[in-house]
């Protein structure tokens, strides 16, 4: 079982950076490939960022590419996601995810537990 809580969340002006972090409880997390998506209001959860267990491979989605950065520390159980540049449509709540199993990482349904979200907002 992995409980997972996300922060660092909040308003931006746009072209401004903020850095999420992910603690994830339980002594299985480097097992763990971790997930980022975010949801907007309106639409879908979407795929942002996924990292393997031991950062060694992260994969982006286009949109974030250059401007996003996923990390983790397995010493302290974190993951995080460095967010410069950010635009408008960057807003959404953003979660964290973790997933045991499978190669798949960008679709909700491979990740096994949820963290909470956390709101982003980018003002124009």
């Known amino acids: 079982q992995v409980q997972l809580v996300e922060s660092g969340g909040g308003l931006v002006q746009a072209g401004g950076s903020l850095r999420l972090s992910c603690a994830a409880s339980?002594?299985?997390?480097?097992?763990?490939?971790m997930g980022w998506f975010r949801q907007a209001p309106g639409k879908e959860r979407e795929f942002v960022v996924a990292?393997?267990?031991?950062?060694?491979?992260?994969y982006y989605t286009d949109s974030v590419k250059g401007r996003f950065t996923v990390s983790r520390d397995n010493s302290k159980n974190m993951v995080y996601l460095q967010m410069n540049s950010l635009n408008p449509e960057d807003s959404a709540v953003y979660y964290c995810a973790a997933k045991s199993k499978g190669r798949s990482a960008r679709w909700t349904s491979d990740y096994d537990y949820w963290g909470q979200g956390t709101q982003v907002t980018v003002s124009s």
């Open positions: 990292i393997s267990w031991n950062g060694g491979s992260t």
């Open positions: 339980g002594r299985t997390f480097s097992s763990y490939t």
